[in-house]
């Protein structure tokens, strides 16, 4: 069975202070996916990123980066210089099969920028 | 530019009543999916669709009910609502690409 854990239940930062979102995950599968999603206040999710495991290459989009290591199973997620915008509950989810019946979530981390 | 439209965004319940939960999508999507999300659980699939016409379990089916008769809509019925169904309920869609587009939400209270 697959586990995502997010040991981090809430994080408060100063705003344009840099923040990491942890994101711990257990397979025994070689093959698999890799997600963050964010949820607004608003409500709905918000797809980030996807990354598969045979690509451990970190990646950069404007203020955000994820940093994928597999020799600790970890799949962190960075945010530079925060905004009250990026204020939010973070989600970090694994697949082992493509297709998102397979998907498991953590319970997430809520973030509070404080202006 | 709509993606995927659930309603109703709220609604209350007595223990055993009925309701249907509609989902639609305008991107043309294959996949559908259900998910409920409680607090401390993160989210948890009730039910999915891979196509029009087909309807599989998730991780929690049981005391719901769904169907895909159009490839847009994606229906969630709850026959006789359980406290325990008092959550809130996401909709989602997705193409090839794996990503998922989410509805707002609905918030469901049993009493």
């Given at each position: 069975?697959?586990?995502?854990?997010?040991?981090?239940?809430?994080?408060?930062?100063?705003?344009?202070?840099?923040?990491?979102?942890?994101?711990?995950?257990?397979?025994?599968?070689?093959?698999?996916?890799?997600?963050?999603?964010?949820?607004?206040?608003?409500?709905?999710?918000?797809?980030?990123?996807?990354?598969?495991?045979?690509?451990?290459?970190?990646?950069?989009?404007?203020?955000?980066?994820?940093?994928?290591?597999?020799?600790?199973?970890?799949?962190?997620?960075?945010?530079?210089?925060?905004?009250?915008?990026?204020?939010?509950?973070?989600?970090?989810?694994?697949?082992?099969?493509?297709?998102?019946?397979?998907?498991?979530?953590?319970?997430?981390?809520?973030?509070?920028?404080?202006? | 530019?709509?993606?995927?439209?659930?309603?109703?965004?709220?609604?209350?319940?007595?223990?055993?009543?009925?309701?249907?939960?509609?989902?639609?999508?305008?991107?043309?999507?294959?996949?559908?999916?259900?998910?409920?999300?409680?607090?401390?659980?993160?989210?948890?699939?009730?039910?999915?669709?891979?196509?029009?016409?087909?309807?599989?379990?998730?991780?929690?089916?049981?005391?719901?009910?769904?169907?895909?008769?159009?490839?847009?809509?994606?229906?969630?019925?709850?026959?006789?609502?359980?406290?325990?169904?008092?959550?809130?309920?996401?909709?989602a869609s997705s193409g090839l690409d794996e990503k998922?587009?989410?509805?707002?939400?609905?918030?469901?209270?049993?009493?």
């Amino acid at each position: 069975a697959q586990k995502v854990t997010q040991a981090q239940t809430e994080i408060s930062v100063v705003e344009k202070e840099d923040v990491t979102l942890d994101c711990v995950y257990e397979t025994r599968d070689t093959t698999y996916y890799l997600f963050w999603y964010k949820q607004p206040p608003s409500g709905e999710l918000v797809f980030l990123i996807r990354r598969n495991s045979f690509d451990e290459q970190n990646e950069i989009s404007g203020r955000y980066s994820w940093n994928f290591q597999k020799s600790t199973s970890s799949f962190n997620f960075t945010i530079t210089a925060s905004q009250v915008v990026d204020s939010a509950v973070y989600f970090c989810a694994l697949s082992v099969d493509f297709g998102n019946e397979k998907l498991t979530f953590g319970t997430g981390t809520r973030l509070t920028i404080i202006p | 530019n709509a993606g995927v439209t659930q309603t109703p965004k709220f609604r209350v319940l007595k223990t055993g009543q009925s309701m249907t939960l509609l989902c639609a999508q305008d991107m043309n999507h294959e996949y559908m999916y259900w998910y409920r999300q409680d607090p401390g659980m993160g989210l948890r699939l009730i039910h999915y669709s891979v196509g029009e016409g087909t309807t599989a379990k998730g991780e929690v089916p049981d005391g719901y009910n769904v169907s895909r008769l159009k490839k847009q809509n994606f229906l969630l019925g709850l026959e006789s609502a359980a406290p325990s169904q008092t959550s809130v309920y996401f909709c989602a869609s997705s193409g090839l690409d794996e990503k998922l587009f989410f509805g707002s939400g609905t918030q469901l209270s049993v009493l």
